[in-house]
């Protein structure tokens, strides 16, 4: 007894197609299965390898039936980003990237295109943290990649990982403070990759006091970023998806308990993005800013805090709208999306990625 | 194990579709059509059954390795994967392995992929070096064979450095492709390829670049593989979805020396329909348009899907092929593919496709099909494409460099194991081929019957 569209599991939403010859009515359903309507109406739900699933209609043809209802063209997809194992107790919810978690995991519903295939991604200091889960996510959806970062042995490490997700890789060990230095690994990355399509400034000297603090957080977080975009722009002219991102920070928005050079040169990093994005985008190159609010990982800044400072640990926690903090890949897909060509429109915008942490309205 | 001849071949009127012949179709073209698409072969090969055990034998496999894998030319790898001097590419069939080497000279070279001392490989992946250093006790030839060096040369008094140089074999390339031949003695490429580079004169391969390769573990013998990808008949049952925008039973088919060529039409109907299709059915076939959805691209008054298509792809190759707009219609909407035996089949025209297909170690059951996209490119050339090996049980859809064609290769692999299947299982002794749509693979068998009798 053949049950109606609606019932059990799934619509049709999918593809729909006449048989030429038959005159057969395939349309796929969104978990995957694959309605056929025979002209005398009679009617059957197949598996896209053409398993009978119900109906009065026994059997179909298998070859229009995989044309319909086959797997969706399936993102290179790695092994994603493990989570940290502390978020503040909430569990972070899993990003699967449109796997339908029917039959298999196989069928997927079609995804959105990012539009990242083949392009060539530069991100600074992505051995950890933000910039590594940035690079994979590149990585994953088959971006080629160049990294830089101080450490050599985290940086090998890094190289090796994003390269067993499929991706070319050149990376460099690199003092970004060095102007030079900087600029020679952004020429020879854009030389090994062919070209630069997507500049990420993500260096940061990280919070501290005193005068010192100005000082690498200017030549950092600042001069690292503008130094960065100068010597990627020969390449992200040539590019017809050129794309900067800066990361920013939340820090730059709202009072944070100290006054600190990180929050006023995050601050500058974010007006200058904004005079790029127009300066720029008759170029065709867009220029956006992420902003991070507490974000946690295993040797990140929160881990520190919550062992050195766990009032202020548990303060910001309890400022997180959502419960916990944020993890590494939560940002970094973020920024890539903010990157790919899929946010064509979006130049000057200063995206926020905080899970509420921060309480101003944002206009 | 020798094929039958049953009938000399003849096609004359009564022995193809009834539908407008290629020739007809060609007389439509909106520009001159290139004189190679108005050639026609002569048709006198014998119509062949050929047996099965071809299909399912180990037996015959060693018999295929023997006379013909260690004798034929082969291609190896793209020219560019050895772009540099020290670039080399490790070619594997059956238990064959040749080392290919960019010398300093600028030169290719093959060679034996084994050590002359205890016979490792040389190499086990493709890689750049200074020099071919044997990983087991270090033995160094130059790039160009020469015998360098031997830790504690002291031992080997007895072994003399010119007897020890590594034996080069025959390479050669064609159309940004390398050829091998495992057989020191054999002819020249060029005698092997014979008039295959004038074909591709107007279209040439080396102009291009790798912009997708793709290797996929297949669970059948590699002639099953590669015979799927000869011939338009299986269309109608196999691709169904495609029959408003395909000429599939009208299509051309021809055979020269060691190569043959099959042109099917698109954006023409099949005659295979009971009603001849709108223009916009047609196109809309070629472009998988659901029923309840807009059209993509609308065939405008007065104009052909066919003249539609070949003006979108015209517009597409703008820049990265010269003259695009004296290509005639027919190069911009047709699929021309080739077979050069035994197993190269590169596409003609702009259609990107190159395919190989060989035998997956020694098992007559199981092969390995190779899918490039050759993209012509503005300025400088980019890089080749890594291979992306997918498994036996892979889809081809896992391969999203494919792009839309993922889905029609996979409706072709579906085929493969239950082709296998009943071959396994036939108690007939031989499997029968069409007089005309067939002819291809009706060639190359009888190029592989001159094979084992040579
Ligand atoms: S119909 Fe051709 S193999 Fe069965
Ligand atoms: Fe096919």
Not at chain 1, 65 to 80: D, I, K, N, Q, T
Not at chain 1, 215 to 241: H, K, T, W, Y
Not at chain 2, 172 to 192: C, E, Q, R, S, Y
Request: net charge negative; hydrophobic share 40%; proline share 6%.
């Amino acid at each position: 007894m053949y049950h109606r569209a609606d019932e059990g599991c799934g619509r049709v939403t999918g593809l729909k197609l006449r048989h030429p010859l038959s005159g057969a009515i395939y349309s796929r359903r969104d978990d995957g299965s694959v309605e056929v309507e025979e002209p005398d109406g009679s009617r059957g739900v197949f598996e896209p390898d053409g398993r009978w699933l119900r109906g009065e209609l026994r059997e179909a043809d298998p070859h229009l039936l995989g044309f319909v209802g086959g797997p969706e063209l399936a993102s290179r997809r790695g092994p994603g980003t493990s989570a940290p194992r502390h978020t503040g107790g909430v569990p972070v919810p899993r990003f699967d990237g449109g796997a339908t978690g029917s039959a298999a995991g196989r069928r997927r519903n079609l995804e959105m295109d990012l539009g990242l295939d083949g392009k060539r991604v530069l991100v600074t200091a992505a051995s950890r943290g933000i910039g590594l889960a940035t690079a994979q996510v590149f990585a994953d959806h088959g971006c080629d990649v160049a990294i830089c970062a101080r450490g050599e042995a985290a940086l090998t490490e890094a190289a090796k990982d994003l390269e067993s997700r499929g991706a070319r890789v050149f990376s460099q060990s690199v003092d970004v403070a060095d102007a030079d230095a900087l600029k020679t690994f952004v020429t020879a990355a854009g030389e090994a990759l062919g070209g630069l399509d997507i500049l990420v400034a993500n260096a940061s000297a990280g919070g501290g006091p005193g005068e010192a603090a100005w000082q690498a957080n200017f030549d950092i977080d600042v001069m690292g970023a503008v130094r960065c975009v100068d010597a990627a722009l020969p390449f992200l002219r040539e590019s017809d998806a050129g794309s900067v991102v800066f990361i920013g920070s939340t820090a730059a928005l709202e009072f944070l308990g100290i006054p600190q050079a990180y929050n006023a040169m995050k601050a500058a990093l974010i007006a200058h993005a904004s005079d790029l994005s127009q300066s720029l985008a008759g170029q065709g190159i867009r220029v956006n800013t992420v902003s991070p609010g507490p974000v946690y990982f295993e040797g990140g800044n929160w881990e520190m805090i919550q062992q050195a400072m766990p009032a202020m640990y548990e303060r910001a926690l309890a400022q997180c709208a959502i419960g916990r903090m944020g993890t590494p890949e939560e940002v970094a897909r973020t920024v890539v999306f903010l990157a790919s060509p899929a946010a064509s429109l979006v130049t000057g915008s200063n995206l926020v990625v905080d899970g509420g942490f921060t309480k101003r309205s944002a206009f | 194990m020798a094929i039958e001849p049953l009938a000399p071949a003849r096609v004359g009127e009564g022995e193809r579709s009834q539908g407008l012949s290629y020739q007809e179709l060609l007389d439509t073209d909106t520009r001159t059509v290139p004189e190679v698409l108005r050639l026609q072969s002569a048709r006198d090969l014998p119509v062949v059954r050929v047996p099965i055990e071809r299909y399912v034998s180990r037996e015959f496999h060693d018999l295929e390795v023997e006379k013909i894998w260690k004798k034929v030319w082969q291609f190896a790898c793209r020219e560019d994967e050895l772009a540099e001097a020290g670039d080399h590419v490790v070619y594997d069939l059956a238990d064959q392995s040749i080392l290919i080497v960019r010398g300093d000279d600028g030169a290719l070279r093959a060679f034996p992929n084994a050590c002359l001392h205890r016979g490792r490989a040389l190499k086990d992946r493709a890689g750049r070096s200074k020099a071919l250093r044997c990983p087991f006790h270090g033995w160094t030839w130059s790039l160009d064979g020469r015998l360098q060096e031997v830790p504690c040369r002291w031992d080997f008094d007895h072994v003399d450095r010119d007897e020890h140089a590594l034996k080069p074999l025959p390479v050669d390339t064609w159309g940004g492709f390398v050829f091998v031949n495992p057989d020191a003695a054999a002819a020249p490429l060029a005698d092997h390829l014979g008039s295959l580079p004038r074909h591709f004169e107007r279209w040439p391969l080396e102009k291009r670049y790798t912009e997708a390769h793709v290797a996929r573990v297949m669970p059948c013998n590699w002639k099953v593989a590669q015979e799927a990808f000869m011939e338009a008949y299986h269309v109608v049952a196999t691709h169904p979805q495609i029959l408003h925008g395909i000429g599939d039973a009208n299509s051309q088919y021809d055979a020269w020396d060691h190569f043959s060529r099959a042109i099917t039409p698109n954006m023409t109907p099949s005659p295979h329909l009971k009603e001849t299709p709108a223009e916009q059915e047609q196109l809309d076939a070629m472009m998988n348009r659901s029923l309840d959805a807009p059209p993509t691209v609308q065939v405008p008054e007065g104009m052909t899907a066919r003249q539609i298509l070949a003006q979108v792809s015209r517009m597409q190759l703008q820049g990265a092929v010269p003259s695009v707009t004296e290509l005639s219609d027919a190069e911009l909407a047709d699929s021309f593919y080739y077979t050069v035996f035994p197993n190269f089949h590169p596409w003609g025209a702009y259609n990107r496709i190159t395919y190989r297909f060989r035998p997956h170690g020694n098992d007559p059951h199981r092969s390995i099909m190779e899918v490039l996209y050759l993209a012509p490119y503005q300025g400088r050339k980019p890089e080749p494409a890594p291979v992306h090996w997918l498994d036996v049980d892979e889809p081809w859809t896992e391969a999203p460099e494919l792009g839309s064609l993922a889905k029609v290769f996979s409706q072709d692999t579906f085929n493969m194991a239950p082709i296998q299947k009943g071959l396994r299982a036939a108690r007939h002794t031989h499997v029968t081929l069409g007089r005309y749509q067939e002819t291809k693979i009706r060639h190359f068998h009888c190029l592989l019957e001159r094979y084992l009798e040579a």
